[in-house]
């Protein structure tokens, strides 16, 4: 029997105010109309004072260890993704592994963009391959409404704040994950980046004038990039997994934009009920879109002992990544 890497729990957390279209109405030039056609996103999250890309990646991984009923300080390792952490300086693996109390685990952030969950899982995946008793808690974590240009229609409409969580463990027999990929296009990083903010673009009032601390995004090359890339490492797991589209009992995509979700449903040949879609209640969450999927399709019974679970991902960089599983 294998020793696959299994996710014993998962959690997630939302901020408490809620962004809607209408609202948006009265803030840029846009129509809840133009939004729910070209996105499909009814709503979004939107962190609150107090509610820190790090407060609420603990509060998703506390849910998560409930779940796993595991103790924070049976944690070997906590991995973050997110691109919005509370600062530069600790990381916000550092400050979850603070708050949960986490002795024993080692912690760092990951800069993978909307594909963060999925590197952090490839990551866990190869340490539990190691040493098969590691216990890892992998989460994605946004703010990304303090990254956005409220000013911007092109972006400001589409992001929303939020974490979701997930414990790995060791675990011999079928389920498990199967296979991961993961890949990256430095090329064209102008396409979807926040140019300052780093130490490469000082803050100089020009900068600040031409909005480089905000997400700007090429936001329809994007979407052509992200629709061929994310089809690409979908065929790649399938076929790695000696699968076909008919093998694939639940889609966990990344939740960019409804008509990308719509895209890979008719060219991965799957049912609407095989599509998990979430993005009219949060947006984009960037790295925490999947945790926090994985979490509703989990807690709502939609995923099921035995099912093949297929998660792909793409994001800024360009990064995108698959993970296989079986649940
Ligand atoms: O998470 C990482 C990966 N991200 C993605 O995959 C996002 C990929 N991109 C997208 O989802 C879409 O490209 C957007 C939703 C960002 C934009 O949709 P689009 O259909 O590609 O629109 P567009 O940028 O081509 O703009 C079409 C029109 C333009 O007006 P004109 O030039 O035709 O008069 C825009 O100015 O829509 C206008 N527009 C808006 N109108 C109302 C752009 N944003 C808005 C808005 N409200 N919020």
């Known amino acids: 029997m294998p020793v696959r890497s299994v996710i014993i729990g998962t959690g997630a957390k939302l901020p408490s105010q809620v962004l ?5 109405e009265r803030m840029v030039d846009t129509s809840d109309e133009w939004i729910r056609t070209r996105t499909g996103i009814h709503q ?7 509610e820190t890309n790090s407060y609420l990646a603990a509060e998703a991984s506390k849910e998560a260890l409930e779940m796993a009923g595991i103790r924070a300080r049976d944690l070997d390792l906590i991995i973050v993704g997110t691109m919005s952490p509370d600062m530069p300086m600790p990381s916000v693996a550092c400050l979850v592994q603070r708050e949960l109390g986490a002795e024993k685990a080692g912690a760092f952030d990951l800069s993978a963009t909307c594909s963060g969950f999925l590197y952090g899982l490839s990551i866990a995946d190869k340490f539990i391959k190691d040493n098969q008793r590691l216990k890892i808690l992998v989460v994605g974590s946004e703010v990304l409404s303090r990254r956005v240009n409220w000013k911007d229609r092109g972006t400001c409409v589409l992001f929303g704040d939020g974490a979701g969580a997930a414990v790995v463990a060791g675990e011999k027999g079928d389920r498990g994950i199967l296979s991961t990929h993961l890949h990256a296009d430095g090329t064209l990083w102008e396409l979807l980046t926040i140019k300052a903010l780093g130490t490469a673009v000082p803050l100089t009032p020009e900068v600040l004038e031409k909005g480089w601390q905000y997400i700007q995004m090429q936001g329809r090359d994007v979407f052509r990039h992200a629709v061929r890339a994310l089809e690409a490492v979908a065929w790649e797991a399938l076929e790695a997994n000696g699968f076909t589209g008919e093998d694939v009992d639940l889609l966990i995509s990344h939740q960019a934009n409804m008509r990308i979700l719509e895209h890979m449903r008719e060219r991965l040949g799957l049912s609407r ?3 998990f879609i979430n993005i009219h209640k949060y947006g984009n969450t960037s790295a925490a879109s999947i945790p926090i999927a994985l979490d509703e399709a989990n807690r709502s019974g939609i995923l099921t002992p035995g099912m093949n679970l297929l998660m ?11 993970v296989a599983m079986r649940w």
């Not at 979004?44 to 107090?50: D, L, N, V």
């Not at 994001?315 to 995108?320: D, P, R, V, Y």
């Open 44 to 50: 979004r999250y939107i962190a609150g004072e107090g």
């Open 273 to 275: 009920e095989k599509v």
């Open 20 to 24: 809607t279209n209408k609202d948006l």
């Open 312 to 322: 792909v991902a793409f994001g800024g960089g360009f990064t995108w990544g698959s």
